[in-house]
């Protein structure tokens, strides 16, 4: 038996412990000196019942030594009577259920049943014999500890098995699933529930007395489960790169991680338009050619500028015709000579060319929403502002980091990180003079008024010179120059706004430097804040020339085709700008710093500026559907290379970025961005082009018609003529669509929705107050516990 | 006998040369059963797992314990600052050696993977920071875990003083019953707070 050193008391003068009010019996004070007194004593209490449990014969004792030295304790009570005060408390203190849950099996597997059976009585009403004796549950769980005929483990084990087996089968599974226990142990539980539900199988089916739909429900529910893990395994391909991602994780974390993760959702959104489209657009209007064939031949330079053997391509919206194909009418006019064997399916052209735009849009909104209100979801928690440090250092480490020197780097960004907010935290007990206030609001203006002057010149410098080389196109036109001249006018536009745009972010860049603010995150936020503005604007400009008709074409009548390919020509300019940053931003840089300047320090790799590019370039496809519907192929082309790319380059060239990134929060950034400004404003312009602009007349599937809407007028009326029961379709037309009642209906809806969660979130934050202040309580009630327990033993010792 | 007839394997993927080492089909399914694991995942692990033994010891990976220093030599814990933590948090040995046997493998893996709910991780994340194993988060649990993050003992770690200000910094944001320890009740109330535990708190094969 081990022998507890001296108890000696220390009574400090401070009373002021932990916002102690004023107590009877000093409290705070013995208090103070009691928790010293475990930090310094538990260690020996744990040396002490090790050397017990060696006697008894049992291993590993971090695993199972406090509860059973309770038990021990209970069960001789004779060896506690000898060292009563210290060695007691100290054990009782040891195996409190708040500390015993976190190390011990058996606390484990009594939570567990704890769990279930509230479940259980959740899902049916509580009878009254079922009634627990005590109110809270860790109690309970303490008088199951402490009854020696029920210590057992496996006592405990067959208890949760029993109640595990009231539970429906889905339940049963997850609840399986979530018990942290080992492997081992959850197979021995295993063993239990199959040995228990053979003999008493039907019992246990007439004591939860479920109704019938309930059980045929779980099971199919966990048939389709089993049926989606066998459709994953078949499907090794539905996760691509899932080996370079893992390198990119590895390396460098999860927040360069998110930019590549993002790049795949860009992927897949634009394979769904390309397929639709392809499928009800071009498929079929590649089957029916036109009658004017093609003049151009295939020169290398269209892939550049889009025009010459493009423009009469099924690129473009020009080629699609406004007949309705596979007509009877027109087939029996024709006279054709393969008369088909199933009788032909007319096929409406121009509306398929409208609703197949409308249709991918819509799907693209609702997918957009979807993830964004599903990242919102995880990333966002009620109360999340306050605990900075503590949520850091828990949940700062991420483990996907396992190369050596990335782990050593990553060491050295917390490090860093947690001086920033340590020198934070003092900074803020001391606030800033008058004179350093008015100084830092005045640098702020400044650098804002600075970039809205640059955004303002870019926007107008851009609007001047496509004036000038519209001007310079009509000229070139006159004089009938040589074709490759006409081509590479229609160019400079294009690389001039890429050239603004992957220039100005650096600058927005060193500005948000000297601006010096104090948190970095607010300094990203800033810097893409500019960025986006910038793009947005110029964007804009963009398209009201393009809808106000000053657009440098190639010789066409068609204005729709016209704009299909400024937008083909801006994406193409865009990656080769994207390509030339990379190299020169990257590589370059790389090469510069290790030959010249001999240092360690790569380039780092910029997500924010990243990723607005990648929205760029989404926000110009989408504008660029309506006009060239193959437009999205050519997106997941660019994407595709880029990734390849951007990783190579990553791999070769960069470091992990030293600022903090919260991966979850950006990620909702990037979907929010992703779908305000850019999905929004891509759907207004499309909108608006379609509703209001007059289509060209000689060409396209809309020619002729007022507005491109007005092909689906034509079609109601059409149907209205040809089977007149088919009214509720023009009702709906014309009351849901047309009428804007409807639309500020869905308006109010979706506010009062919105001002609903506000409120239910306001709620909660006010009762995790509340529950705060009560586990407050509660911690003053066990203290006050541990002493007067702590008097009692010593007073029984002085009596003794 | 397991025969063919009652016990049918499965063979790990990528063969492994020759005579490819099998896992009983009812294993399997347990394990998927009892685990966040997919089939792929089970069978991948298994094949890292016999790959750590030597080759004559291959056949029964299934029973076998591979020491910790092999366990070590793993990529995805070969630098990581938690591994000795780790492989003592999830391995089984009576011994107390640490070694890990495939169902204490598959066991870190379950807990590190992707669907693994944030509720498991974080309870296993407690217990890897809890240093010395006695069911709280005390000062020397909490300074220890400070060491390992900024890395130990070199020359960009932070002074007394700050550490001080850390420390107790986070004990004033999380100890709610004010007892100066961190419970693992405590410790879940925090990390829910945070949407990037779940995603940093992963370990893929």
């Known amino acids: 038996m081990s022998q507890p050193p001296p108890f000696t008391l220390h009574v400090s003068e401070d009373t002021e412990s932990d916002n102690q009010e004023l107590s009877p019996d000093n409290e705070g004070a013995l ?182 739909c309930g059980w045929s429900k779980d099971y199919i529910a966990l048939g389709c489960r089993h049926l989606w893990y066998r459709l994953l395994a078949l499907l090794p391909a539905a996760q691509p790169w899932h080996y370079a991602l893992k390198q990119i994780g590895g390396r460098f974390g999860s927040s ?187 640098v702020l203006l400044l650098a804002w008024v600075l970039s809205l002057s640059t955004v303002l010149g870019c926007v107008v410098a851009v609007h001047y010179f496509s004036e000038h080389m519209h001007a310079v196109q009509q000229e070139h036109r006159a004089l009938a120059g ?41 300094e990203v936020y800033m810097a893409i804040c500019r960025n986006l503005l910038l793009k947005m604007v110029v964007l804009g400009l963009l398209c009201y020339q393009w809808l106000s008709r000053r657009v440098i074409c190639s010789d066409e009548e068609c204005w729709e085709t016209c704009v299909g390919q400024d937008l083909y020509r801006f994406m193409v300019m865009d990656f080769v700008f994207t390509l030339l940053d990379t190299i020169f931003g990257e590589l370059v ?166 001002y609903f969660n506000i409120q239910v979130v306001r709620g909660q934050q006010r009762i995790i107050c509340l529950l705060k202040e009560q586990i407050a309580n509660e911690g003053e009630d066990k203290i006050f516990l541990i002493h007067k327990l702590h008097s009692i033993c010593k007073q029984k010792e002085r009596c003794a | 006998m397991a025969a063919a007839v009652t016990c049918e394997a499965e063979a790990a993927p990528g063969g492994m040369g020759g005579a490819g080492s099998l896992l009983p089909r009812e294993a399997l399914r347990e394990y998927q059963e009892l685990t966040f694991l997919s089939k792929q995942e089970i069978l991948l692990a298994y094949k890292r797992f016999s790959e750590l033994l030597p080759k004559e010891q291959r056949e029964n990976a299934c029973s076998l314990r591979v020491p910790k220093s092999r366990i070590l030599t793993l990529p995805e814990l070969r630098a990581n600052p938690f591994q000795h933590r780790i492989c003592r948090v999830f391995s089984t040995s009576e011994e107390g050696d640490d070694s890990m046997s495939f169902e204490d493998f598959l066991d870190m893996l379950s807990v590190f993977s992707d669907s693994a709910t944030s509720d498991i991780k974080s309870h296993y994340a407690f217990r890897i920071f809890d240093f010395d194993d006695d069911g709280t988060l005390d000062r020397k649990d909490l300074e220890k875990l400070v060491n390992c993050l900024t890395g130990q003992g070199e020359e960009a770690s932070l002074s007394n003083a700050e550490m001080e200000q850390l420390i107790q910094n986070i004990l004033e944001e999380s100890d709610i019953d004010k007892d100066g320890t961190i419970n693992l009740s405590e410790f879940q109330h925090v990390v829910s707070r945070s949407p990037d535990f779940a995603s940093s708190f992963k370990i893929v094969l």
């Not at chain 1, 279930?116 to 079922?130: F, G, N």
């Not at chain 1, 229609?490 to 220039?503: A, D, H, K, W």
Request: aromatic residues 10%.
């Open chain 1, 31 to 212: 208090h103070t000196s009691f928790r010293q007194l475990i930090q310094e004593q538990s260690s020996l209490a744990e040396a002490g019942t090790e050397l017990e449990l060696q006697e008894r014969g049992r291993g590993h004792p971090a695993h199972l030594a406090p509860p059973d030295a309770s038990a021990s304790a209970w069960l001789e009570p004779g060896q506690g009577e000898q060292h009563p005060g210290d060695s007691t408390t100290l054990r009782i203190l040891a195996s409190m259920p708040s500390r015993t849950i976190g190390r011990s099996r058996g606390a484990i597997i009594s939570q567990y049943y704890n769990r279930t059976a509230r479940l259980r009585r959740r899902s049916s009403r509580p009878s009254l014999q079922q009634l627990s004796r005590a109110a809270r549950p860790s109690l309970r769980q303490y008088d199951l500890e402490t009854d020696p005929a029920r210590a057992t483990l496996e006592d405990k084990r067959s208890l949760l098995a029993k109640e595990l087996l009231s539970l429906s089968p889905s339940q049963r599974s997850h609840m399986l699933l979530s018990v942290p226990l080992s492997l081992a142990e959850k197979r021995a539980l295993r063993r239990e529930l199959n040995e228990q539900r053979s003999p008493l199988g039907l019992r246990a089916h007439h004591a939860a007395a479920p109704s019938p």
């Open chain 1, 256 to 442: 360069v991680l998110s930019y590549f993760l993002f790049l795949k959702t860009l992927l897949m959104f634009n394979v769904f338009s390309f397929l639709i489209l392809l499928v009800f657009v071009v498929a079929l209007q590649a089957a029916y050619p036109p009658a004017k064939a093609n003049q151009q031949s295939f020169t290398g330079f269209e892939l550049l500028t889009g025009a010459g053997y493009f423009t009469h391509s099924l690129l473009y919206y020009g080629y699609y015709g406004n007949i309705t194909l596979n007509d009877p009418s027109a087939s029996s006019l024709s006279g054709s000579v393969a008369a088909p064997a199933a009788p032909p399916l007319p096929y409406n052209m121009p509306l398929a060319y409208l609703f197949t735009v409308g249709v991918s849009f819509f799907a693209t909104c609702i997918l957009l929403v979807y993830s964004m209100y599903h990242s919102f979801g995880e990333s966002y928690r009620v109360g999340s502002s306050a605990g900075d440090l503590a949520i850091k250092v828990f949940c700062a480490w991420d483990f996907k980091v396992i190369q050596r020197r990335s782990v050593k780097l990553q060491c050295e960004n917390i490090c860093t990180q947690l001086k920033e907010l340590l020198a934070e935290r003092r900074s803020r007990s001391c606030p800033l003079s008058l004179c350093q206030r008015l100084g830092r609001v005045a």
């Open chain 1, 482 to 522: 040589s074709s490759w001249q006409r081509e590479g006018i229609l160019l400079v536009l294009p690389l001039t706004v890429s050239l603004l745009n992957t220039l100005m972010p650096h600058l927005y860049n060193l500005l948000a430097t000297w601006e010096r603010q104090d948190s970095p995150e607010v």
């Open chain 1, 589 to 754: 840089w790389r090469l510069i710093s290790e030959k010249r300047l001999k240092s360690k320090q790569r380039p780092e790799f910029d997500i924010a500026r990243n990723v607005l590019e990648l929205i760029y370039g989404q926000t110009l496809t989408w504008l660029g559907v309506l006009f060239a519907p193959l437009l999205p192929a050519v997106q997941v082309l660019k994407l595709l290379l880029l990734f390849y790319i951007k990783k190579t380059s990553l791999m070769q060239n960069c470091q992990a970025p030293s600022k903090p990134w919260q991966a979850s929060r950006m990620r909702t950034v990037f979907i929010t961005l992703l779908c305000f400004p850019s999905f929004l404003g891509a759907a207004v312009f499309i909108s608006y082009t379609i509703w209001s602009v007059k289509p060209s007349e000689t060409c396209g599937p809309f020619q002729g018609l007022e507005t491109i809407y007005k092909s689906v007028n034509v079609w109601a009326k059409l149907l209205e003529k040809s089977s007149p029961n088919i009214t509720w379709l023009t009702w709906l037309h014309q009351y849901l669509v047309e009428n804007t009642f409807f639309l500020f209906f869905l308006s109010g809806v979706l506010l009062a929705v919105t």
